[in-house]
């Protein structure tokens, strides 16, 4: 069993979460997948990470 973890550029957007997806069912060994923040799609765009710190701030 193999775990694989996707996170920021490899799940910003639909196209890149389907190549997450050929990877994934590329080896049959690959049975757990942990995703974490996406990255972002653009310059203006906020990651997870940052508007969590944003909400704290206005606290």
């Not at 973890?5 to 050929?22: H, N, R, T, Y």
Request: hydrophobic share 45%; glycine share 6%; net charge positive.
């Amino acid at each position: 069993m193999k775990v694989c973890k996707f996170g920021g550029s490899s799940v910003a957007s639909a196209e890149q979460i389907l190549k997450v997806i050929d990877i994934v069912a590329s080896d049959p060994a690959r049975r757990v997948v942990v995703v974490s923040a996406p990255g972002k799609r653009f310059k203006g765009d906020d990651k997870v990470t940052d508007m969590l710190i944003s909400c704290a701030v206005r606290v």
